[in-house]
């Protein structure tokens, strides 16, 4: 069964148009393993995570040693099926391509056909996907179809609802992703219509709290990256966290007497709630208005759906926010053969 739900209240969704997507297994271009000639959205780049091995590892940890001993015993192996795919509650469909990809690595004379693509809105009890082919290889790949994108779906449809609140500020997540899925969950973002902070730990430096406390203070933090990336011959962004104006200032006052590689200032948990539920902003729009648009800025802490609007009207260049990967809500979605019976129990359950 796959099934994804995601209550969306942004209006924008229910505009985008239906199209139909069918993805080639023989596309010459791949990412990752997934083919790219239909491909809405592509997943992040990465030196080496293998998409394929964990799509793999994922189909070993359901198999075991034995297969699907339920399967083997109900189905004949010779039967041929349609299966459709059945939104459970609105919102951001993510993991089709991925789906594909799957499909193909446990049978390739699968046939997938999709009427939606990734990236596009789904509403309660729509079909917007079919796989035809042997039923024995469809419902082996059932599952773990439906928990990669019913992960990636919740993703999206939080970052559509997060980026729309936030503009003109942009929206990022963060490393808080599933150990194992950083690029799955970084791609949904993307899908959601978010930007992707660093991928980890080798493509960016970020100067956080923990490594200013040990080099003994922020500019002693800075002015040694500045020495490394010298020494060492490489390019790439530059972040330093700070928590009080205090932080910034020293930051301001190394960078306009020296020659240095940052980009960019977060301002850390300067979002300062508040008992009535509202929050203050207050030291985030002077924080902004001291750098005065001489680095990039991002705003962390205290992130919510609720509050995204009101910081991203600071002035911010950019909003992280780890809860649209550590703490996300699958979006509800099924795989059925027998979809009349399926929608059935989904109006007596609501969720159809």
């Known amino acids: 069964m796959i099934s994804v739900s995601v209550s969306v209240f942004s209006p924008q969704l229910a505009a985008i148009p239906r199209s139909f997507v069918r993805m080639s297994a023989s596309a010459t271009q791949t990412t990752g393993g997934v083919s790219q000639g239909s491909m809405a959205i592509k997943p992040p780049s990465h030196p080496t995570y293998d998409l394929k ?10 198999a075991g040693h034995t297969g699907d001993v339920t399967c083997l015993a109900t189905i004949p192996f010779d039967m041929e099926v349609e299966a459709y795919f059945l939104a459970k509650e609105d919102g951001i469909v993510a ?4 789906a594909d990809m799957i499909f193909e690595q446990v049978d390739p004379s699968l046939k997938v056909e999709w009427m939606r693509k990734d990236g596009d809105y789904v509403h309660k009890g729509l079909k917007f996907g079919k796989v035809s082919g042997n039923a024995h290889k469809i419902v082996v790949a059932e599952r773990v179809v439906l928990n990669f994108m019913q992960r990636m779906s919740g993703i999206a449809t939080l970052t559509k609802l997060m980026t729309d609140a936030a503009c003109p500020a942009r929206i990022l997540e963060t490393r808080k992703t599933a150990p194992g899925l950083r690029l799955v969950d970084k791609w949904a973002v993307l899908i959601g219509g978010g930007r992707n902070h660093r991928m980890g730990l080798f493509d960016m430096v970020m100067i956080k709290d923990n490594h200013i406390s040990a080099a003994g203070g922020i500019v002693n933090a800075i002015k040694s990256v500045d020495e490394y990336l010298q020494q060492k011959n490489l390019e790439m962004d530059v972040e330093v966290e700070t928590r009080t104006l205090e932080e910034v200032k020293e930051v301001l006052g190394y960078v306009s007497g020296s020659k ?5 200032i977060m301002l850390d948990n300067m979002v300062v709630p508040l008992d009535n539920g509202d929050i203050d902003v207050t030291m985030l729009k002077d924080a902004v208005e001291l750098i005065n648009g001489r680095f990039e800025t991002e705003a962390s802490g205290n992130v919510t759906l609720e509050t995204v609007h009101k910081i991203g009207q600071s002035g911010v260049t950019f909003i992280s926010s780890g809860a649209l990967t550590h703490s996300v809500k699958a979006l509800d979605i099924s795989l059925k053969i027998d979809t009349e019976l399926a929608l059935e129990v989904g109006r007596r359950t609501k969720r159809a």
Request: charged fraction near 20%; charge should be neutral.
């Open 53 to 62: 091995a964990v799509v793999n590892l994922a189909l070993a940890e359901d």
């Open 95 to 98: 993991g089709i391509a991925l």
């Open 260 to 264: 240095t590689r940052l980009t960019r």
